[in-house]
């Protein structure tokens, strides 16, 4: 059973995924009060009202997933949650039209006067010349970032006759001329835009991207919305020019600290505001909510997210086709992990024919997560492998290539340590399974699962026959044992498995046999 924190308010039509599954359990409760909940909690359901901090993550041992109904994930700590091996998804897609659409009305209502219209009429009063005001058509509507919101804006534009022109920096030309945009630096954005309009996350370099500088280089009676996020118009910077007129309107669906902490902005007659309305329809809210819980289900599943933030995305049909090598290579990872006690410097893959073509990386953070993993005591999976190898010290290259050695598909691993290299070759056979082929350049066939004992030994009369009959006399049946050698008569090694572990003893008493040279339990 997978317990569910709900922390924000989320459509529970959109829910019904989870809701239905016999082995997901919801609980709605906020995270602030959610007391011993957080301890039990394998997922964590938001919007953007609750601050997923490093903090609250560290309390919830069970955590797995962080899953954020909307689009903006400035209210999660990606980066701890990465390094706590934690997958972040979000629904990038499910309110993109519901927000356009909300700029849109902004734009409109403030073009026009509406709320402030509104409230005159309300009060009794039918004031026609205080309200005039602008056309759209033939003006310039400056999108600052052109990514899903802001080229569903834009096409909205063009049907109201409107000039579009845009600033992205991430923007291929290709792509705005597909979209049918002009594009601009953004201080001929800024000096020729009657309407400005931000539409891009909130980081380091749009944090104040419109500041007191660049708006003094807008035109004299701009209009600005910001229904992205708040700070990417430096509020402060905005009271002086709605002042001396230079900026003529603003709307504003977000805000530096929400709700609002200083009103000042907000007292001008010429600020249009909504509490953070974007997404906030039916249709959006279901969107969202459907996209993230079926996620979310998939992943307990054990099946592929399609829209991690902190994961490469995979689809389903590629995830299919990669499952068999992402698990190969787990096991081929740990499998060398416990066969090397020793502290290692790199690990490098080769990808040898058709596995080369599938999304290799992904596969690469699984076999460092499968070595990492009898290493490391807090949990590591292809979230947070790559950081950690990072942080120890243990850099990693992969190489690809079409030629085969023989298998239809094959991953040679070498792994260099402070002592010595070790090597493992694997391939993939569909209706057949995992094998192990080589190891260390010993010819070897056999099934990387379960309680397995590896042994090196000499290639010499009776060295089998003592390991079977001491394991006989301890009562241990073998399961499956393959050998494999370079020459006759020199080094070899044994390859056991068995239905249940080999304890140290045995593995003592098995090092202490004539013409064997070592011996490793390893548990997959
Ligand atoms: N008010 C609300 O309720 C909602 C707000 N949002 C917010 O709207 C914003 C846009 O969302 P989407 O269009 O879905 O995101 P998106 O990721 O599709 O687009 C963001 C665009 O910004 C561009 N960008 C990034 N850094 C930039 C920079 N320094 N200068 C200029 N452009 C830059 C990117 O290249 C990209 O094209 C996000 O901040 C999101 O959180 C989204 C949904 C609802
Ligand atoms: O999706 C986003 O980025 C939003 O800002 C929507 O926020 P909300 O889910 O309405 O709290």
């Known amino acids: 059973m997978f317990r569910i924190?709900?922390?924000?308010?989320?459509?529970?039509?959109?829910?019904?995924?989870?809701?239905?599954?016999?082995?997901?359990?919801?609980?709605?409760?906020?995270?602030?009060?959610?007391?011993?909940?957080?301890?039990?909690?394998?997922?964590?359901?938001?919007?953007?009202?609750?601050?997923?901090?490093?903090?609250?993550?560290?309390?919830?041992?069970?955590?797995?997933?962080?899953?954020?109904?909307?689009?903006?994930?400035?209210?999660?700590?990606?980066?701890?949650?990465?390094?706590?091996?934690?997958?972040?998804?979000?629904?990038?897609?499910?309110?993109?039209?519901?927000?356009?659409?909300?700029?849109?009305?902004?734009?409109?209502?403030?073009?026009?006067?509406?709320?402030?219209?509104?409230?005159?009429?309300?009060?009794?009063?039918?004031?026609?010349?205080?309200?005039?005001?602008?056309?759209?058509?033939?003006?310039?509507?400056?999108?600052?970032?052109?990514?899903?919101?802001?080229?569903?804006?834009?096409?909205?534009?063009?049907?109201?006759?409107?000039?579009?022109?845009?600033?992205?920096?991430?923007?291929?030309?290709?792509?705005?001329?597909?979209?049918?945009?002009?594009?601009?630096?953004?201080?001929?954005?800024?000096?020729?835009?009657?309407?400005?309009?931000?539409?891009?996350?909130?980081?380091?370099?749009?944090?104040?991207?419109?500041?007191?500088?660049?708006?003094?280089?807008?035109?004299?009676?701009?209009?600005?919305?910001?229904?992205?996020?708040?700070?990417?118009?430096?509020?402060?910077?905005?009271?002086?020019?709605?002042?001396?007129?230079?900026?003529?309107?603003?709307a504003l669906d977000v805000f530096e600290t929400e709700p609002p902490e200083n009103t000042s902005l907000l007292q001008y007659e010429q600020v249009i505001a909504t509490p953070h309305l974007g997404a906030s329809t039916k249709e959006a809210q279901l969107n969202v909510a459907s996209q993230v819980s079926e996620e979310v289900l998939a992943f307990f599943n054990g099946e592929p997210v399609t829209s991690s933030i902190n994961l490469p995305t995979i689809s389903k049909e590629v995830y299919e086709k990669i499952m068999p090598f992402y698990q190969l290579a787990k096991k081929m990872g740990n499998f060398v992990s416990q066969c090397m006690a020793e502290p290692v410097n790199e690990i490098s893959v080769a990808y040898e024919g058709s596995v080369g073509e599938l999304q290799t990386a992904a596969i690469t953070k699984s076999l460092i997560a499968g070595f990492l993993s009898p290493r490391v005591a807090s949990t590591v999976n292809e979230v947070n492998a790559g950081m950690i190898a990072k942080e120890r010290g243990i850099s990693f290259s992969e190489k690809i290539s079409n030629e085969t050695s023989g298998y239809e598909n094959c991953l040679t691993v070498k792994v260099v340590g402070n002592k010595s290299v070790f090597s493992i070759k694997g391939t993939y056979i569909p209706h057949y399974g995992e094998r192990i082929v080589e190891l260390n350049g010993f010819n070897i066939d056999f099934y990387p699962d379960g309680h397995l004992l590896y042994i090196q030994h000499s290639d010499k009369p009776g060295a089998i026959g003592r390991v079977g009959r001491l394991l006989g006399d301890h009562s241990i049946n073998i399961a499956t044992m393959q050998v494999g050698r370079k020459q006759r008569g020199g080094d070899a090694i044994m390859m056991l498995s068995f239905d249940k572990a080999v304890t140290e003893r045995v593995v003592s008493e098995l090092n202490d046999l004539e013409g064997i040279v070592s011996v490793r339990t390893i548990d997959l």
């Open 5 to 250: 924190l709900v922390s924000d308010k989320i459509s529970e039509e959109g829910l019904q995924p989870l809701l239905n599954s016999s082995h997901i359990m919801l609980v709605n409760k906020n995270v602030a009060d959610a007391g011993e909940e957080l301890e039990t909690a394998d997922a964590l359901l938001v919007r953007s009202a609750t601050q997923v901090t490093e903090e609250l993550m560290k309390k919830m041992p069970q955590l797995k997933i962080v899953a954020r109904a909307g689009v903006g994930v400035d209210n999660i700590d990606v980066e701890a949650a990465t390094k706590l091996g934690i997958v972040v998804i979000n629904a990038p897609d499910g309110n993109t039209i519901s927000t356009t659409e909300h700029t849109f009305a902004m734009m409109a209502s403030m073009l026009r006067h509406i709320p402030q219209a509104t409230v005159s009429v309300k009060s009794n009063e039918w004031n026609r010349n205080a309200f005039v005001g602008t056309e759209m058509r033939g003006k310039t509507l400056g999108i600052v970032g052109l990514g899903r919101i802001g080229s569903e804006l834009a096409k909205r534009a063009r049907a109201f006759e409107m000039n579009v022109i845009v600033f992205d920096p991430f923007l291929t030309e290709e792509r705005a001329y597909k979209i049918g945009v002009t594009t601009a630096s953004l201080d001929e954005l800024l000096s020729t835009a009657d309407i400005i309009t931000v539409h891009t996350p909130l980081t380091k370099e749009t944090k104040g991207l419109l500041n007191e500088k660049t708006l003094s280089k807008t035109k004299k009676g701009v209009y600005l919305i910001n229904c992205a996020r708040g700070g990417i118009i430096e509020e402060a910077a905005v009271i002086p020019l709605l002042e001396s007129g230079h900026i003529r309107g603003i």
